[in-house]
């Protein structure tokens, strides 16, 4: 079975501050991992994955996220908040594998940006 | 430009009554995904299409049906909708290939039952 973990229920930041929101996997197997972000009554939106390769992944908006395989981590950072990030951020996994779709969610962290 | 579209975006129906709702894409992707999100939680996995071939997830209760009559369109149905049914309800779309996709999501359904 595979889970994500996302530690915190919300994130506050002040505008102009660098961010994390923290995310933690167990996969039986290699992971594929994902963030997405969801906006007040919208969809999500893709943010940025890790397959393989370099475990510093670049993404969306200004968004980056770093794989820590030891750790089983894949934490979203960006250098500098804006209010406009304020959202509900989701961290996801995949198992690697042929035929599997199935991807799990993290319960979700809310990010806030204050002015 | 619409991708992953979904109608209608808000679906009152009242307890027992059945209710289809809809997804189109125009993005030619041969995977589709349905969704349900409650409240504060996560999106769940109900279902998915991978061309035609659907594949249930083992806990999506039988009163959840889909069907996808071409490339384009897929349909969740509820049977008989219950008070605890009410929730987003998010579709989705992926390519497929040896690595994965991100998915596409909908901007989501939003059903309430009375």
């Known amino acids: 079975a595979q889970s994500v973990a996302q530690p915190e229920d919300q994130v506050n930041v002040a505008e102009g501050n660098p961010l994390t929101v923290k995310c933690t996997y167990s996969?039986?197997?290699?992971?594929?991992l994902f963030w997405y972000v969801q906006y007040p009554n919208r969809g999500l939106q893709f943010l940025l994955k890790?397959?393989?390769?370099?475990?510093l992944v670049k993404g969306s908006y200004g968004f980056e996220a770093e794989f820590n395989k030891s750790q089983t981590s894949f934490h979203l950072k960006k250098p500098s908040a804006l209010v406009s990030d304020s959202a509900l951020y989701f961290c996801a996994v995949r198992v690697a594998g042929a035929g599997s779709y199935q991807l799990t969610f993290g319960k979700g962290t809310k990010l806030s940006v204050i002015p | 430009d619409a991708m992953v579209i979904q109608n209608p975006r808000y679906q009152v129906t009242q307890f027992g009554k059945p209710v289809t709702l809809s997804c189109s894409q125009t993005?030619?992707?041969?995977?589709m995904y349905w969704y349900q999100q409650k409240s504060s939680q996560a999106p769940k996995l109900l279902f998915h299409y991978y061309d035609k071939d659907f594949n249930n997830e083992a806990d999506t209760p039988d009163n959840f049906q889909s069907r996808r009559p071409n490339t384009s369109f897929c349909f969740l149905d509820i049977r008989s909708p219950g008070l605890g049914d009410a929730a987003m309800y998010l579709c989705?779309?992926?390519?497929?290939?040896?690595?994965?996709?991100?998915?596409?999501f909908g901007p989501g359904t939003r059903l309430t039952v009375t």
């Open positions: 989705a779309t992926s390519r497929d290939g040896p690595l994965p996709y991100e998915q596409y």
């Open positions: 993005l030619n992707h041969n995977v």
């Open positions: 890790y397959i393989t390769g370099d475990n």
């Open positions: 996969v039986s197997g290699n992971p594929y």
